[in-house]
């Protein structure tokens, strides 16, 4: 073997190895949080105070969880977080692939000022609008119908479905700026001999979009799903801003991790120092994350092929 293939074998054992190192430490870096959380939902509080335990609990217990749901009333929580991220998700889907579609095939010079608008809700902190948009949920009166009939205030919308609703079919709710783009560069380059041999067929527009791009558009349809349904589940600035009196995930994890001891000696049967020891607290705080987290990552383990095929094609075709 002469010194050209030693030092190209050289070179490619040393990516390699220096791959493997980067990919090693980003899965640790990753999985780490997740299955310090998972360790600390079964421990035993005894174990908390034994030097000898570091990582792995010597006794297991699933009273942490027991406790958690509870306190959380998990099941209807997750019911309702459920139902709010699966609402938001399908008019997010219907609003925003009809709005890339338009800009995909409205080239214009109007058409290209507006979508700059579109990324620029991306750019945007959501913080600067969030004001103005709870006050008009607060007291909400669409073009003032409601004040010509006498009525002083609007319909108060918080704590309900309908200011998510309502941005979501407007194209205007969580992300939703990232989700036009998507469909836009997807729908761009498509074929246009499948809309004009549709066309040719005697399909409207409507017909042409239902019946034939949007089967095609699969990737970008799953892509936009799962981003719209997770974000939405992880949201805590929004819900915590129109919802702050329901029963949703992200609620419930801030006020177990601000009010754990008030919820723990009212409903849990816990004893006095255990309610009021800070480190059981933060025990508990880490099982409602995990908890929280833990349909998300059923959900990955029955999508992930799906989800990275369609990110593929979605990047190869956008």
């Known amino acids: 073997m002469n010194s050209q293939a030693l030092i190209a074998k050289g070179k490619h054992s040393a990516w390699s190895i220096t791959r493997a190192v980067l990919l090693i430490g980003l899965i640790f870096v990753v999985i780490y949080p997740i299955l310090l ?4 939902a079964v421990k035993h509080k005894d174990d908390i105070y034994n030097p000898v335990v570091l990582l792995v609990p010597e006794k297991f217990t699933l009273d942490n969880v027991a406790h958690v749901i509870g306190i959380m009333d998990y099941w209807q929580t997750l019911l309702n977080t459920f139902g709010l991220s699966a609402i938001t998700m399908i008019l997010q889907l219907v609003a925003c692939s009809l709005a890339g579609y338009g800009f995909a095939k409205w080239q214009s010079k109007k058409s ?17 609008i969030v004001l103005p948009m709870y006050l008009s949920f607060q007291s909400f009166d669409f073009l003032g119908i409601m004040q010509l009939f006498g009525a002083e205030k609007g319909l108060n919308l918080l704590n309900t479905y309908w200011p998510f609703i309502l941005t979501g079919i407007t194209a205007n709710g969580l992300k939703s700026g990232l989700y036009i783009y998507i469909f836009r560069q997807f729908f761009m380059n498509m074929p246009k001999d499948l809309e004009e041999a549709a066309f040719v067929d005697g399909a409207s527009v409507f017909k042409t979009f239902t019946g034939i791009i949007l089967p095609s558009a699969v990737p970008a349809i799953v892509t936009v799903a799962l981003f719209s349904f997770v974000w939405q589940w ?6 915590s801003s129109y919802l702050p009196g329901m029963q949703i995930l992200s609620n419930e994890l801030l006020s177990l991790s601000s009010e754990v001891g008030r919820y723990v000696t009212q409903g849990m ?13 933060a025990m508990l705080v880490s099982t409602g994350l995990m908890l929280a987290i833990l349909p998300l990552i059923i959900m990955y383990f029955f999508v992930q092929r799906l989800f990275v095929e369609s990110i593929e094609r979605t990047g190869i075709v956008g």
Request: negative net charge.
């Open 37 to 40: 959380k998972a360790i600390t």
């Open 112 to 128: 290209s000022l507006l979508f700059a608008g579109v990324v620029a809700t991306i750019l945007i902190p959501p913080q600067t």
């Open 234 to 239: 992880n949201d805590t600035f929004f819900v």
């Open 269 to 281: 049967g816990l004893g006095y120092d255990e309610a009021n020891d800070p480190f059981y607290h």
